[in-house]
């Protein structure tokens, strides 16, 4: 008799190991359910799809080929059997069979199995609130509620829109409101910032002002505590941080856990992240199972703990691995470091690794850099800035991560990749440095982005380089804690000795060296430059003249202006 393997769950994970496994050996018996109708389908278009992006719904369960991958495809195509709207109810690993309910019929049954796979996703989290689960508040969690929410627009019947959780999909579902459908969108954010779990403070700021930029109304640091229905206008009312939200839908976008309904019922381990625990090679704690994808915590490779990760790109790589293993192979998935990327409106924003607040939280005392810098050589046309944080450990030097963004998203996240492949290897702040990349002026610098990133942050480590971050800077001028000593021309700094007067303090770098005795002591000075190589060189000569009072605008006006577009406007 043939070895079965049973697959549960139909959607990145489960086909990626039938496919493969079949492909391995030709005679084993392959069987998958998935109590949804639709199955191999593309999760991470949905906003896409409700955005216009991608016309039909089709085209996120469809080959490159444009074929439907459907059950009929499935069989005919891949020798692989795939049993739609069956549910399953329980595990007994005992006598290895799975209990399952046909959805259709509601007849139920068991299903045995040599070999069980679990690719049982995530599921949302609905915030317990009440009016959570009226019908105009929806999630955006699987093909059948984009094509709901699509609907709704494309009948012209929302105006105004709620979106609560500002992660990934919360920003995304904001975009594709407010790009297409012309809808009047709030998004609410619980955190300080948007993208909390993934961006620091400056990075944050540049996505949500090109949020705002683009018509999206954010509110951060505002709690949900109600929503109603309004009984005469039959609209939404969002009650949060005080204020009232009329809107015609609201969207909960505010995370996802991993569906171990069935395997913790079954005894299986399940970790402290609310994963299920598998080992290098994809396997729970029983041997004869495996799980992986949005259900499994995974390890982080930066700082050692674990973590879920719901990415279709790490559930189609595991998928190759347990069917290697199934198969008698020996693959391995070592984990990960969190790459991520985004589309906000124009902007790519790709990250990598810890931010600084996890970094800290895992017990690093990590240093940021921050620098502006053109994505192609200076004297190329159409190049484009990308701002970029690259954060390390004082004590190792060990980088910890890395965010950028940038109107070229290509670039922004070649960027990001580059760190992001050597982090499980324990790159350092010297090895950036001297990091080899691809240079030609339509493409790069001679000194790339990534390299002068690793220079900044090296010259911070070495004390050479003392900096004031962006977003503290605002802060600190704000409160009249430091002064401006603006090393530019005339033009760029006229609107700021005209706005702030005494606080601003014009002395153009070719003139510093005879003029040094006009920076006031006594004062906290802060040094402004384009994107901040010149205001490093005016704090090192500053310094030999026992000038030590001062701090580096990281990313320098660049940087400010992407960050508080207002701070210097007239």
Request: net charge negative; glycine share 10%; charged share 25%.
């Amino acid at each position: 008799m043939s070895k079965r393997v049973l697959i549960v769950g139909a959607v990145a994970l489960g086909p990626k190991v039938a496919c493969r496994l079949r492909r391995l050996e030709p005679d084993v018996q392959i069987t998958v359910i998935e109590k949804d109708n639709l199955i191999s389908y593309g999760g991470c278009g949905i906003p896409y799809y409700v955005g216009g992006d991608v016309n039909d719904l089709e085209d996120l369960y469809s080959t490159t080929a444009h074929v439907v991958r459907d059950r009929e495809f499935f069989a005919d195509c891949k020798g692989v059997h795939i049993r739609t709207e069956m549910e399953a109810l329980a595990i007994d690993r005992g006598g290895k069979k799975i209990k399952v309910r046909d959805l259709r019929s509601g007849e139920e049954g068991f299903m045995d199995y040599d070999i069980l796979v679990l690719a049982t996703g995530a599921e949302p989290c609905r915030i317990p609130i009440p009016g959570a689960d009226a019908p105009r508040v929806m999630t955006v969690s699987n093909l059948h509620h984009a094509q709901r929410v699509k609907e709704l627009m494309k009948m012209g019947k929302v105006g105004r829109a709620v979106v609560i959780g500002a992660g990934a999909i919360g920003v995304e579902m904001a975009e594709a409101f407010t790009d297409l459908w012309g809808v009047e969108t709030t998004l609410i954010e619980l955190a300080d910032k948007v993208l909390p779990m993934s961006l620091d403070q400056n990075i944050a700021k540049i996505a949500q002002r090109e949020l705002e930029e683009k018509g999206v109304q954010v509110r951060l640091q505002t709690e949900v505590s109600k929503i109603e229905q309004d009984q005469e206008g039959g609209q939404q009312l969002v009650f949060a941080g005080g204020e009232r939200y009329p809107c015609d839908l609201v969207v909960l976008a505010t995370g996802a856990r991993p569906n171990t309904r069935l395997a913790k019922e079954a005894g299986l381990s399940i970790g402290r992240s609310g994963g299920v625990v598998v080992d290098r090679r994809m396997r729970t704690s029983d041997p004869c199972i495996y799980a992986g994808g949005d259900c499994a915590e995974l390890t982080n490779q930066v700082n050692g703990e674990k973590m879920p990760m719901p990415l279709g790109s790490l559930a189609n790589r595991q998928g190759r691995i347990i069917a290697t293993n199934i198969a008698g192979g020996m693959g391995y998935f070592r984990g990960t470091v969190g790459t991520f990327c985004i589309k906000v409106f124009g902007l790519g924003i790709c990250t990598a690794g810890l931010t600084a607040a996890k970094a800290r939280e895992a017990g690093y005392d990590p240093v940021c850099a921050s620098i502006s810098q053109a994505d192609h050589a200076h004297f190329y046309p159409e190049s484009e800035l990308i701002y970029m944080t690259l954060i390390a450990d004082r004590k190792s030097r060990k980088i910890l991560g890395v965010q950028a963004a940038g109107k070229n998203g290509n670039g922004v996240k070649a960027r990001v990749d580059v760190i992001a492949v050597l982090l499980e290897h324990g790159i350092t702040v010297d090895d950036v440095c001297c990091l080899e990349t691809g240079y030609a002026p339509p493409f790069a610098s001679a000194m790339d982005v990534v390299n002068n990133a690793g220079n900044a942050l090296d010259n911070i480590l070495s004390g050479m380089n003392r900096p004031i971050d962006a977003c503290e800077f605002l802060t600190s001028f704000a409160d009249e804690k430091t002064l401006v000593l603006d090393i530019r021309g005339e033009r760029e700094a006229a609107a700021g000795k005209e706005k702030y007067g005494r606080r601003w303090l014009h002395i153009p770098q070719a003139q510093l060296r005879q003029r040094t005795a006009e920076i006031p002591p006594g004062h906290n000075i802060s040094i402004l430059c384009d994107t901040g190589p010149r205001a490093y060189e005016a704090q090192v000569y500053l310094d030999s003249m026992g000038i030590s009072n001062t701090r580096i605008i990281q990313g320098g006006y660049a940087m400010i202006k992407e960050i508080d577009p207002d701070f210097v406007t007239l």
